[in-house]
């Protein structure tokens, strides 16, 4: 796969981190946030909002910022996490150990697809929405998944939003952490790179080049947060991530 994509617009939300100056301020000395992010949603319902966990707000907040600069209202939505709503499985996991009735509604809002359902009826959007789980390289997934409906779409400037989002581990699952932990959500909002102009390529490779480590690709960020680094940071041209039978590699270009 080598299909550059530009990166039209963004948004990224994380404790202590929401606006774009914010962002590009953390990218110059990046850290993993800590802490709880306080959010409001004013623009959904007070009914809908009830429903929401806090993951399901970040992401959605930072979908909506995002689709206020896309073309068209309806677009393709690619939902990309590692874990998903896992406070909302895990409850329902007690529950039933408990042999206490499980609530439907529950079980709904727990699904790794309950986030992009819920905002899909939100903004009343019929467009393929797609929700996106892969271990250790979860943007990975995201950006396969939204380059291949670009692909697919038959209309002149075709437009997907991508949403990768993640949170801590509730504190029973907390050993199963093996990157830094931290509750974050980005969105951006990807289309063909045009002739002539700066875009992304991913790229997968089986295995890696001679003399480069793949361990090399490890960071302090959660590997979400390490992505949204690479594409904010104009500075930084390349980002490796290796994985079990290979490795992903991420490159900043101009064609």
């Known amino acids: 796969m080598r299909s550059a994509f530009a990166v039209q617009a963004w948004a990224a939300i994380a404790p202590g981190l929401q606006s774009q100056e914010q962002w590009l301020r953390w990218a110059e000395a990046p ?7 306080e959010i409001e949603l004013p623009h959904v319902p007070a009914m809908s909002r009830r429903r929401l966990g806090q993951l399901a707000k970040l992401a959605i907040s930072v979908a909506d910022q995002v689709l206020l600069h896309a073309r068209g209202a309806d677009i393709p939505v690619v939902w990309a996490s590692r874990y998903g709503d896992a406070e909302k499985t895990l409850a329902l996991l007690r529950s039933q150990a408990l042999d206490e009735p499980l609530s439907p509604t529950a079980f709904g809002l727990s699904v790794h697809n309950a986030v992009g359902a819920q905002h899909s009826i939100l903004r009343g959007m019929r467009a393929n929405s797609v929700c996106v789980a892969s271990s250790h390289c979860v943007p990975e997934a995201g950006v396969v998944e939204a380059v291949g409906l ?4 038959e209309q002149e400037s075709p437009e997907v939003l991508l949403v990768c989002y993640d949170g801590r581990l509730p ?8 990157e830094p932990a931290s509750e974050y959500a980005w969105a951006a909002l990807l289309a063909p790179c045009p002739a002539g102009s700066e875009g992304f390529v991913l790229q ?3 295995c890696a080049p001679q003399g480069v480590d793949p361990a090399a690709g ?3 960020l959660p590997h979400g947060l390490d992505v949204l ?3 904010v ?5 390349s980002l490796m991530r290796g994985h079990a039978s290979g490795q992903w590699m991420w490159e900043r270009v101009h064609v």
């Open 233 to 237: 940071q104009a500075q930084r041209h």
């Open 229 to 231: 680094h690479f594409l």
């Open 218 to 220: 490890a960071s302090a």
């Open 171 to 178: 504190h029973d699952y907390a050993v199963f952490h093996d």
């Open 150 to 153: 670009l692909s697919d779409m």
């Open 204 to 206: 997968a490779q089986d």
């Open 31 to 37: 850290v993993s946030p800590v802490g709880d992010t």
